[in-house]
């Protein structure tokens, strides 16, 4: 297309397109899921998962400490139970999340298993859905398999507990093939690495899998999977209010099936001011390192915070990216 004409197009778009600010208030329209006041929009109810990161008094927003809850049970508690057993736990907050209560040990060797056994993807799925068409971005790569496996689905459409229950599991058990061959096909074909598939191993945890078809040795420490372990409990669920659960909240309640939703849902995870805030985080830090020379200097430090503040620096948003939930005000749970 002829640049300089989209660019004139453009410039029309944004004439022909502005909404004052005030007709927000005016009109009482939510902008995102924040009201005015900085508290969140409640979107809908859950005991799935629980935030707290402030009171409102008299409409006023007061803050305190972070909690996060899981099924009433608090993260620390839970975490600190997995670290305590020297194991991997995040097969068992899938299942708390799912049934609402913790599973003995027969019931979690179970269900692990189950989730072993349902880790293979459909055939040809690498080479068709993954290797074929790679993309620069991973979330955009799992939203497109997400969608795909619709197509290799014999019971897709159906939205009984029993058969999203199915879906999920399935998905679920799947997602560490997903992201370490989109992973692989993105460092082939544009970081000119060689490409390296490894198979899943059932009899291994999420965490484990993740890391052995990620990397090109399949090696990994004891400790490195148990952090990865630690991250995806952690970031298993957030009580239903964030932009991508919000997200497949709206896209289901149409009915429709659940790879649409995930795919929907991955897709707003994907942007700059959500889960796509990590790669922002990486890159925003490659900038400051480039631009201070030295890291014992808080002035020097402070003084490049504040250019990136007034938009003078990094990608002129005025956004210090990596802050934190924004629910959260005098602390992150998951920090701890």
């Avoid at 459409?157 to 993105?186: C, G, H, W």
Wanted: net charge negative; aromatic share 8%; glycine share 8%.
């Amino acid at each position: 297309m002829n640049n300089d004409y989209l660019l004139d197009l453009g410039a029309v778009a944004e004439k022909n397109n502005v909404i004052k600010p005030s007709l927000y208030t005016k009109y009482e329209v939510k902008r995102g899921l924040r009201n005015d006041n900085g508290t969140g929009v409640l979107v809908g109810l859950t005991e799935i998962g629980g935030v707290k990161g402030y009171i409102v008094d008299d409409g006023e927003k007061i803050p305190t400490k972070g909690s996060l809850q899981y099924r009433g049970i608090t993260i620390n508690d839970f975490v600190n139970g997995v670290i305590k057993e020297d194991r991997f736990g995040f097969e068992e907050c899938i299942y708390l999340l799912f049934f609402g209560e913790l599973p003995n040990k027969k019931e979690l060797n179970e269900f692990t298993k189950l989730l072993g056994e349902n880790r293979e993807l459909p055939d040809t799925f690498l080479e068709d859905m993954i290797l074929k068409a790679p993309s620069k971005d991973i979330m955009n790569k799992l939203a497109r398999s997400v969608l795909a496996l619709y197509s290799y689905d014999d019971n897709p459409d159906e939205t009984s507990v029993v058969n999203i229950l199915r879906q999920s599991i399935e998905i679920i058990a799947k997602f560490p093939s997903l992201m370490a061959y989109s992973y692989q096909a993105k460092s082939y074909h544009f970081m000119e690495e060689s490409l390296v598939i490894h198979a899943h191993d059932k009899k291994i945890s999420t965490a484990q899998n993740i890391l052995r078809m990620s990397r090109a040795s399949g090696e990994y420490t004891d400790a490195e999977a148990k952090l990865l372990d630690l991250a995806l409990i952690l970031h298993a669920e957030h009580g239903g209010g964030n932009n991508s659960a919000f997200v497949a909240h709206v896209t289901a309640s149409s009915g429709t099936d659940i790879y649409s939703s995930l795919a929907a849902s991955i897709g707003s995870l994907k942007g700059p001011r959500h889960g796509g805030a990590n790669i922002k985080v990486n890159n925003m830090m490659k900038e400051i390192k480039s631009n201070i020379t030295d890291f014992e200097d808080e002035e020097q430090i402070e003084a490049y915070l504040i250019k990136i503040l007034k938009r003078d620096a990094f990608d002129h948003t005025g956004l210090i990216y990596g802050m934190g939930h924004a629910v959260y005000t005098l602390s992150d749970p998951r920090a701890i």
